[in-house]
């Protein structure tokens, strides 16, 4: 390749990894805003999918700060290995937790979403430091 089109392909690269974060970024923005509006839906996420009773609200907006440091961090590209790794993970968590969705799949058809998603985290770990573009340096 020249060095021009190596170019091109680099800010194609760096502006199809920023969308791909942005996207991650709202689908996580929203289940951490989640957890401070409507609290007692995480109680009973946290029962259903991961076995996890007695949660109360104070237990909601906690992991919902933990998680609103991380996902900010997440868009900002800071750290990214941790922060896309973790967010590569805790998406892996979610998805597999829901096994029992994708067994009666046409019941529960927008669970299948969070395969895709999970693929966009692990490209974005697998290629974060061609990640670039709007990140903390």
């Known amino acids: 390749m020249t060095g021009s089109m ?10 199809s990894l920023l969308s791909l974060r942005l996207g991650v970024f709202i689908v996580m923005i ?13 109680a009973r996420i946290f029962e259903h999918f991961y076995g996890i009773s007695g949660s109360s609200d104070m237990v ?11 996902v900010l961090a997440f868009l900002a ?6 922060t896309y790794g973790v967010i590569f993970v805790m998406h892996g968590l979610s ?3 829901s096994y029992n969705q994708y067994i009666d799949g046409f019941n529960n058809l927008l669970f299948f979403t969070a395969w895709p ?3 966009a985290c692990f490209a974005l770990y697998l290629l974060r430091d061609q990640d670039v573009k709007f990140t903390v340096k």
């Not at 929203?30 to 995480?42: C, Q, R």
């Not at 909601?60 to 991380?70: K, M, N, R």
């Not at 590209?77 to 941790?82: E, F, L, T, V, Y």
């Open 95 to 97: 998805t597999l937790s």
């Open 117 to 119: 998603m999970w693929a």
């Open 60 to 70: 909601a907006y906690v992991i919902g700060a933990l998680q609103l440091v991380l």
């Open 30 to 42: 929203m289940w951490t805003f989640d957890k401070f509006v409507n609290p007692g839906h995480s």
């Open 77 to 82: 590209g800071i750290k990214k290995r941790i």
């Open 6 to 15: 190596s170019s091109d392909v680099q800010n194609r690269l760096q502006w």
